[in-house]
Structures are given as structure tokens and as C-alpha cells.
């Protein structure tokens, strides 16, 4: 059975129509906060691949979603720590895999539905699902609000998830 979904789609001019309707294919969930699925826009049968993982604590969810254009190849990252009473088009974020290298950036952030998005930066779309998929945990902050995730699973789903992008050639591999 298909489901309508609301997800973020990257266009082809570059800009973000957030939460377009679009029919969820191929739902898979690995381990407790890892999925990754596929989307159809339900008037162009443009195809979107989703890798995401998330963890809830008490009413705020962190989140890490990395989108793909099945079509144009366009991709983005995305990231919540949850509700924020912030109205600003930018905000600091913070991210950090177990150890490894503490990623800090400005990104431009969408208030209305509380995610920070970071568009079509290659070098940090590779290492983070390098690092996700050898990690145990990421901590995520966004603003002045952080909150973490089990990686538990990441790194099958993100076999499953480069899998699917692979025509793509946007994806160095994991070695």
C-alpha cells in the first residue's frame, strides 16, 4: 500500500519546496532510528532517495536526513534538534560523528518546519555518511539546541542508500 508523504524536494533551480506531496516506495528501517526509503512526486514520477536516522527524547526529535534528485542529481542535508522558537533564514549548527572531526557551519534554516539545510555540498555529503556509517553515535546542534542519535544500523542503510544513488555518481564510496 502506498502512503502520501510530506518530504523536502530539492529543485531543479536550486531553491527548496518544502513538504510536497509525494508517494513513499521502499521503506526500509535499519536497526531502532535508521531508514531509508524512496519518494515518487506524485505529477512528475520524479523519483527521491531519503537516507535518515532519528532519535526522540521527551517532545523534541533529532533528526540527520540526507535527499537526493533521483532525476538531476541535486542533494542536500538536512538537520533538527527539534522545535525552536527561531526565525532567522541562518543558524549555527554543530555536528559531530563519536570522535571525529567537529563539523561547525552557518546553514540556512527553514523556521517553519525547524530543520537547517546545507545544499549541494559534496565534500561534506560524503564524509558525514562515511563517518555516519563507521559511527556509533552523532551529536547534532542546531542554534542552541543539541541532541544526539544511536548510529545503530546507519551502515547498512547507507549501503542500501548508495545503492540507490549509485547512477548517480555523487557517492565516493565507503572504504
Not at 530543520?115 to 556509533?136: K, V
Not at 539546541?145 to 542500501?160: E, P, Q, R, V
Amino acid at each position: 500500500m502506498k502512503k502520501i508523504v510530506l518530504v523536502f524536494i530539492v529543485l531543479i533551480t536550486g531553491t527548496i519546496c518544502v513538504f510536497a506531496e509525494e508517494e513513499l516506495e521502499e521503506f526500509k528501517e535499519y536497526g531502532n532510528n535508521c531508514a531509508v526509503f524512496n519518494t515518487v512526486d506524485i505529477f512528475t514520477d520524479e523519483v527521491s532517495h531519503i537516507f535518515s536516522c532519528r532519535q526522540s527524547e521527551f517532545l523534541d526529535e533529532t533528526i540527520i536526513e540526507f535527499f537526493v534528485n533521483g532525476s538531476n542529481g541535486q542533494f542536500i542535508v538536512a538537520i533538527s534538534t527539534g522545535f525552536q522558537s527561531r526565525f532567522d533564514e541562518e543558524v549555527e549548527i554543530a555536528i559531530r560523528v563519536d570522535k571525529n572531526q567537529l563539523r561547525t557551519g552557518v546553514w540556512s534554516y527553514y523556521s517553519e518546519h525547524d530543520f537547517a539545510i546545507s545544499l549541494n555540498d559534496l565534500t561534506l555529503f560524503n564524509d558525514l555518511l562515511l563517518e555516519i556509517a563507521r559511527g556509533n553515535r552523532l551529536a547534532i546542534r542546531v542554534g542552541d539546541k543539541s541532541g544526539t542519535i544511536s548510529l545503530k544500523g546507519s551502515a547498512n542503510a547507507i549501503t542500501d542508500f548508495t545503492k540507490r544513488i549509485a547512477h548517480l555518481n555523487i557517492f565516493n564510496g565507503v572504504e
